[in-house]
């Protein structure tokens, strides 16, 4: 019932891990059922090791998690010699995720996950900040974004999704560069950028200052990046971003999504896919519907059919 395609990935299910919230030990599966989560997206990895961001990195707020660590990973070797060998026989696609700060670096990235069997798939990190280009991130620029895209694709004929940031005023133009340059999926979005601070001690809450909000509040920035990127063009699009329930999946769904990453609401609850999953077959069931009938059935104001 919850069986989704994502080109030429077959998923037993809609709901995937957001990069990052998993990290990248598959101990963590052991919170769910057969067949509840579609695909294991890893967390970013780079190709030095980063030692992240400064202390404390995360904090609560009204509606959701802000956080900044500042892509900590231990880089492509260590990924390559430990990580790597537990990955191998898991009854799942497992999506890499590619980080870098100058185009080379992805390509040396997607270059190596290309060569490890354990990867069915790469996601393609563009939110990180471009070095060369003033240290604005890949993802807010479409001539950037086609520059990384272009490369990485001649770097691997495995299955390449662009990761897309919320922190811009018009999806549709990213969308189309990731699309024109290869990609074969667009991930919509990922953290939206914000501030908390403690006016007791007049510091910010996080040791960065600045930080990625996720969890329901950002759901409908969310909402409407991927109503945008679905609209521009012809490749699936995931959801990502505040997605906290079987219904949440549906509103995606609605709008078009191809399957949902689900990150902030495992803070919670370990076994959030298996309950969600849960969820939806029972919704699906007693509506006498289907994921495939209800993907990109939104029924736009004055819009006729």
Known sequence: MLNTRIGSLELSSPLLTASGTFGHDPSALAFL??????????????????????????????????????????????FQQVV???????????????????????????????????????????????VAGGSLPFATDPDAIQRVMQAC????????????????????????????????????????????????????????????????AIRPIAMRM???????????????GGAQSADDILDFTVVGAAAVQIGTAVFRRPDAFSIIAAELRQILHQASTTLDELRGSLEWPGRVS
């Not at 991927?226 to 990502?240: K, L, R, S, T």
Request: glycine residues 12%; hydrophobic residues 40%.
């Open 33 to 78: 059922k057969p067949g509840d989560l579609g695909a294991l997206v890893l967390k970013t990895v780079t190709l030095e090791p980063r030692h992240g961001n400064p202390i404390p990195r995360m904090c609560e707020f009204t509606g959701g998690v802000m956080n900044s660590i500042g892509l900590e990973n231990r880089g492509l070797e260590h």
């Open 84 to 130: 790597a060998p537990d990955l191998s026989g898991l009854a799942m696609p497992v999506i890499g995720n590619a980080g870098g700060h100058a185009v080379d670096d992805y390509v040396a990235m997607v270059g190596a996950m290309h060569e490890m069997p354990c990867i069915q798939a790469i996601e393609v990190n563009l939110s990180c900040p471009n």
């Open 153 to 216: 694709r001649e770097a691997t004929d495995k299955p390449l999704w662009a990761k897309l940031s919320p922190n811009v005023t018009r999806m549709a133009p990213l969308a189309l560069a990731c699309e024109s340059s290869g990609a074969d999926a667009i991930t919509v979005g990922n953290t939206v950028l914000g501030l908390a601070v403690d006016w007791r001690t007049r510091k910010p809450a996080l040791g960065a200052g600045f930080g990625g909000m996720s969890g329901p």
């Open 226 to 240: 991927v109503y945008e990127a679905v609209q521009a063009v012809n490749i699936p699009v995931i959801a990502c």
